[in-house]
Every structure is written in C-alpha cells, then in structure tokens.
T-cell receptor, first 114, second 112 residues
Framework: NAGVTQTPKFQVLKTGQSMTLQCAQD?????MYWYRQDPGMGLRLIYY???????DKGEVPNGYNVSRLNKREFSLRLESAAPSQTSVYFC?????????????FGNGTRLTVT | AQSVSQHNHHVILSEAASLELGCNYS??????LFWYVQYPGQHLQLLLK??????LVKGIKGFEAEFIKSKFSFNLRKPSVQWSDTAEYFC??????????FGAGTRLFVKA
C-alpha cells in the first residue's frame, strides 16, 4: 500500500524556471493538500482540493498553481521559481475535512531555487 | 487568525527520561487537535488526535496528550522516552473545514 506518492524527491531550479510537483494517493481519499515546510515555521498550507474538481487557496498561495487532475492526483506548479520558494513540499490527503479526519503525508520534495 | 504555539524548539533528553512538549492554540471555539511526528528521513505521521470526549488521549508508541480547554493547551507526554523517539513533533489544530494549522515543531533528541 503506497499511500501518498510524490515526485520528484529532490529538485534544483534556477530563478525563473518552472516545474510541476506530482502527487498521487491510492487511499480513495476525497481531499488533497499541498504544504510547504520551512525551518522554524512548521507546515503552511499552500492550496487544497476538498474534492475532485475543486481547489482553494491556503495560507501561502502566491507563486503557485494547482490542478486536481482526478481523484487520485493533485499537482503543484511553480510558474517562475524564486529563491523564497526554496523549501520542502509535502503533499497530503484526507478522507474528508481535516476537522474530522487526519492527514496522510507523502515523503516530500526538497526544492532548492538558486 | 488562529495560531499554534509550541514552546520548545529543541529538547534533548536521556533515555528513560520523561517528556512533556507544550502546545497552545489561539481560538475560542471548538477545535480538533492533533500531534504529528516526523522521524528522520520520513514523512509526517499521526501520533494522536483529540476530537471530543475524554480529554486525555492515548496514541501510538506510548504517547499521550491532555486537552485543557481552559488553558487552550494540548501538551504531549511520554513517561519514558527511547532513543527511537528522536524526531520532530508537530502540534496541529483544526477549527472546522479543511485548514489544519501547524505549530513550528519541536525537535527532540534522545541520547542513548
């Protein structure tokens, strides 16, 4: 049982380059999320998708776009990477609202923007 | 805006010592509370959660947490830590819906 799978695990970009982080879950969860983790700041929600076909902004959405491709997949796109986007990115899923159901996380993508 | 405060950023303990990690949140209404753990090189995973009922909740690996509503606190405890408990611990709060707010995390190092 793979759970939440993220690709790639590591990525180095130059300022201005674009890239897409991929995420897939095999738990038939309705909701999916993208968080970024920065030292001393915990995890901050970038975007989430309550259900297939919907996406909403989280706490720090600027500079990112997302696509809920189907129930399994939720991608995060950086259109023009900036050094401030250097971070570890985690995809997560939950059965329903995280008020009622806990988050299941992927292994993360470590992104460096130079 | 809601926030979560974890008092200790780094904690160093010897094996068999008792652990208590503090967590306070700022929100006056009903909350659901979580502790997540991230072992070195691994993803975050749920340690325990409080939704309602008994304010003392037990989680995996001997951890427990107590919800004290009057103090807006949800402290994590373990009577006797092991080297394998070395990890980063995150307190998290959800006040409704899909947005879970995380604290900054506490890095625990247990000396063998």
């Amino acid at each position: 049982n793979a759970g939440v799978t993220q690709t790639p695990k590591f990525q180095v970009l130059k300022t201005g380059q674009s890239m897409t982080l991929q995420c897939a879950q095999d738990m038939n969860h309705n909701s999916m999320y993208w968080y970024r983790q920065d030292p001393g700041m915990g995890l901050r929600l970038i975007y989430y998708s309550a259900s297939e076909g919907t996406t909403d902004k989280g706490e720090v959405p600027n500079g990112y776009n997302v696509s809920r491709l189907n129930k399994r997949e939720f991608s995060l796109r950086l259109e023009s990477a900036a050094p401030s986007q250097t971070s570890v990115y985690f995809c997560a899923s939950s059965e329903d609202k995280t008020y009622n159901s806990p988050l299941h996380f992927g292994n993360g993508t470590r992104l460096t923007v130079t | 805006a809601q926030s979560v405060s974890q008092h200790n950023h780094h904690v160093i303990l010897s094996e068999a010592a008792s652990l208590e990690l503090g967590c306070n949140y700022s929100y006056g209404g009903t909350v659901n509370l979580f502790w997540y753990v991230q072992y070195p090189g691994q993803h975050l995973q749920l340690l325990l959660k409080y939704f309602s009922g008994d304010p003392l909740v037990k989680g995996i690996k001997g951890f427990e947490a107590e919800f004290i509503k009057s103090k807006f606190s949800f402290n994590l405890r373990k009577p006797s830590v092991q080297w394998s408990d070395t990890a980063e611990y995150f307190c998290a709060v959800n006040t409704g819906g899909f947005k879970t707010i995380f604290g900054a995390g506490t890095r625990l190092f247990v000396k063998a």
